[in-house]
């Protein structure tokens, strides 16, 4: 395989070049480890079956520290000769994130947590809505009409589609009020049948 | 070639079934397309009606389903990395990486051909051999073949999306892991469901059930496409694919002849295999196509030749899962067991006699097998140069939709909000793995091999006492093993004599 000329051999000015593979082998041992700790927990004989419950998922965990320590050792060897591990993002010029960027990013994630918990007291019918539009929102749409018609527009084909045509029954929550108002959007989307 | 024709005559003569035909098409795509329903919800949903219709009818409505659904979730997949059902799940890998590309017309002609040739090689090969092949891939197919064949699968399924080959196997790795939550397949002991850590106990009764795969493709795909898009947006870095109506072309076709000719053969096998399937066919026809592609470094960032393994596979498997049905009476698979259901409804009892006692049956079910088969091409064109037109909805927009289609899909599954939380937590593991260079279709591989692969392996150990050389006695499985072998070896050779150094390096 010819090799290719794409990378730039450098040497690294920052912290040791072999911490973040030492740290990455440890997550990985870490976790496997873990894995393996659990297996305890179920290590009962099956009749008839000489490798019993944990016989598979510890195989599986050895395997996983044989892989992140063959990783390791890859990479410390690349490192030995003189090549210097960059990623991608770390080649690129760091810039400061604004309060608003972080608080941004930190939505994305944290939305879709507090939309989940909130399903089961609140129901699905009345916060998918409302998740749709802050999830908009956090995606800087500012115009209202896609922010009403977008929501409006999946909340109504969800409803005649996966309501009334095929009965998948969502969450309805279990505070008073919520239930009822998601009982109502539920019986108004099944008017007439 | 009379009975065939004799068929086609039956199938297109009556009115009723003409329309029965049309419906199952059109309904088995649309079903399939989209996620939280598929061609299974159809079939359930139709499966009382066919009380009231011939047999004949009802038994061809279903084999139409199958094959106008396992094809209509490609669609999806290539457009929002959503697959559509399971057996597309692979097409994601490739599909949606040409989407991002702007080849998104070429990934779903791909998607149309090659599922429609599948199709049709399948039910040729379903009308010229059932007896013979339903025979000797049920004498020659045992545990330990199986238990080979998806070692071979897991041997290269460390090379998909990827960045080093180390992270492909950990990626495989957690997936195997992930695969072993549930219960053991052979005592029918609890694992992971609860336990200890740091002095905190943890117990959940949803875990006895195993992890669904379908909530963390959904998570692996979906909701982590939609994390870095938005991330992308926050950034300022997000570009918007081009809605490419271009057709792939011949020479493009040509080039991948080998690949659709090995693809076609292990979906048929796939199918043949009770339990296998078109899901199996299709991963186990990726990595296949990974492992001999000349193009390997491409799998995983829009390869043509990734789309066509697996949807050619996927629909190969659907003429040959008619096969044990018809010749043995064993269904492989949700759908070909409502097909069983058809029958015993109708008081008919599918095996070697059928072919002598309910010819015409038979015969109109290939006959609409076929160009079911042959009507995906024209359906699927019309489709190539309609729907790639979302594409230029703005991405801000189409969120919303691709998530809450995610969720229904997560939800309707078993009726367990417990499947969306692990989809949306999917979705953020599979954005720090995809952005650390490791492979969220390595997690997926392992997870469905992994469930197979063990189950398979506990019985053939069973059945071989425990014995290596009995299982090398075989000649199936030794292949297959050695095979396997040989692909982890040489790769990690490779990997030691840094053949593939730049691609490390650039992680």
Known sequence: ?193 | MEAFIGGTISLFGDPTSLMLFFFGLIGGMLFGAIPGVNMLTLGAVLLPFTITMNPENAVMLFSVIYCAGVFGGAITAILFNIPGAPENAPTCFDGYPMTQKGQSGKAIGAAVICSAAGGLASVILMMTSTGIIAGWAIRAFGPPEIFALIFFGLAVSASVGAKTLWKGWLSVMIGLLLATVGTDPVGGIRRFNEGSFLGLDYSSYYLSAGIHFIPLILGFFAVSEVLTQAINIATGTRERPKAGLEFPTIAEFWQVRYTMIRSTLIGFFAGVLPGIGATLGAFLSYTQALRWSKNRKNFGKGELEGVVASETANNAATGAAMIPLLALGLPGGALTAMIMGIFQIHGMEPGPLIFINSSELVWITFAAMFWANLMIIVLGWVQTKTVVHILRVPFRWLAPGILVLAIVGAYALRNLFVDVWVMFLAGIAGYFLRSTGYSAAGVVLGLILGAIGESAFATSAQLLDYSILNFLSRPIAATLFILGVLTIVTSVINELRGADQPKALID
Do not use: H
């Open chain 1, 1 to 193: 395989m010819a090799r290719s000329t794409e990378f730039d051999v450098t040497t690294s000015s920052g912290p040791s070049p072999y911490l973040r593979p030492a740290l990455e082998w440890a997550v990985w041992v870490g976790f496997a480890l873990l894995a393996y700790s659990q297996t305890g927990l179920f290590d009962r004989e099956i009749p008839e079956y000489r490798f019993g419950a944990t016989g598979w998922p510890r195989a599986v965990c050895l395997l996983m520290i044989a892989g992140a320590t063959g990783q390791f050792l890859m990479r410390c060897l690349t490192i030995a000769r003189g090549v210097v591990e960059t990623d991608a993002a770390e080649e690129a010029p760091r810039q400061k994130l604004s309060g608003r960027e972080i608080a941004q990013r930190t939505a994305i994630f944290l939305l879709p947590l507090v939309y989940l918990y909130a399903v089961p007291y609140l129901g699905f019918y009345l916060m998918t809505p409302l998740f749709m539009l802050a999830l908009m929102l956090i995606l800087e749409v500012r115009s209202p009409g896609p922010l009403i018609g977008v929501p409006l527009t999946v909340s109504v084909i969800f409803l005649l589609v996966f309501t009334r045509l095929f009965y998948v029954g969502m969450p309805v929550g279990n505070l008073p009020g919520f239930y009822d108002v998601n009982n109502a959007i539920i019986g108004f989307a099944r008017l007439g049948m």
